[in-house]
């Protein structure tokens, strides 16, 4: 006998799972009240959940060679940051990141040298995208790695929807002049790169 597994939204629609066990399950997609049948086995569950993270990802997405979507947000130290304020003055290094997120924490070291050597230089700003996640975690997590650049709570994950961020990490480097230069591939030595994302346009001479 087939049961409801799991309903996931699609926007105006739903996608339904039924199935008696891991490996028999039939996907369907449809208003709640009239759903079609895609067909079955588990491959399909995995291609039904790739169409949700498509339908639920925002419809542009902050690209290389696009000017950074704009953004205020204050730190967990209290420190209102505008990432236009940083446009004239120096390239920012904003990473999107989860506590829970091992390939995030082994980025950490990067990070803190960076800070340590280059802070007047290059900005770091690192976003918590919420997801699972809380201020308090934010704590435990930084006095365990003991964090010493800017992190701060996507609160409502604004932020980290207007990026087009749906995985962790997610890096972008965003030149002086606010323009996006990498989202994610991130050059393992920026420091070399600094000379090319701190020429100011003439707008900023």
Same mark, same amino acid.
């Given at each position: 006998?087939?049961?409801?597994?799991?309903?996931?939204?699609?926007?105006?629609?739903?996608?339904y799972v039924t199935?008696?066990?891991?490996?028999?399950? &039939?996907?369907?997609? +449809?208003?709640?009240?009239?759903a079609?049948? /895609?067909? &079955?086995s588990?491959?399909?569950? /995995?291609l039904?959940? !790739?169409?949700?993270?498509?339908?639920?990802?925002?419809?542009?997405?902050?690209? %290389?060679?696009?000017?950074?979507?704009?953004?205020?947000?204050?730190?967990q130290?209290? %420190?209102?940051? @505008?990432?236009?304020?940083?446009?004239?003055r120096?390239?920012?290094?904003?990473?999107?990141?989860? !506590?829970?997120?091992?390939?995030?924490?082994?980025?950490?070291?990067?990070?803190?040298?960076? @800070?340590? @050597?280059?802070?007047?230089?290059?900005?770091?700003?690192?976003?918590? &995208? &919420?997801?699972?996640?809380?201020?308090?975690?934010m704590?435990?997590?930084?006095?365990?790695?003991?964090?010493?650049?800017?992190?701060a709570?996507? /609160?409502?994950?604004?932020? !980290?929807?207007?990026?087009?961020?749906?995985?962790?990490?997610?890096?972008?480097?965003i030149?002086?002049? +606010?323009?996006?230069?990498?989202?994610?591939? %991130?050059?393992?030595?920026?420091?070399?790169?600094?000379?090319?994302w701190?020429? !100011?346009?003439a707008?900023?001479?």
């Open positions: 006998m087939n049961v409801l597994m799991s309903i996931f939204p699609l926007n105006s629609r739903y996608l199935g008696n066990n891991a490996h028999a399950v &039939t996907v369907h997609v +449809g208003m709640s009240d009239r079609t049948k /895609l067909g &079955t588990s491959q399909i569950l /995995l039904a959940m !790739t169409v949700m993270l498509i339908e639920t990802a925002p419809a542009t997405a902050a690209d %290389v060679g696009d000017l950074a979507p704009d953004f205020e947000i204050a730190t130290d209290g %420190v209102v940051l @505008q990432l236009s304020e940083f446009r004239g120096k390239p920012v290094y904003l990473v999107f990141w989860n !506590t829970w997120c091992s390939f995030c924490i082994k980025k950490v070291p990067r990070y803190i040298k960076l @800070q340590e @050597q280059f802070a007047y230089k290059i900005e770091i700003i690192a976003i918590n &995208t &919420t997801w699972s996640d809380s201020p308090a975690d704590r435990v997590f930084e006095d365990r790695f003991h964090t010493n650049y800017s992190t709570f996507d /609160l409502g994950k604004l932020i !980290t929807d207007r990026f087009g961020v749906i995985n962790v990490p997610a890096e972008f480097i030149d002086v002049n +606010g323009i996006i230069r990498y989202r994610n591939r %991130v050059p393992e030595y920026p420091i070399a790169h600094l000379p090319d701190s020429v !100011t346009s707008s900023f001479d």
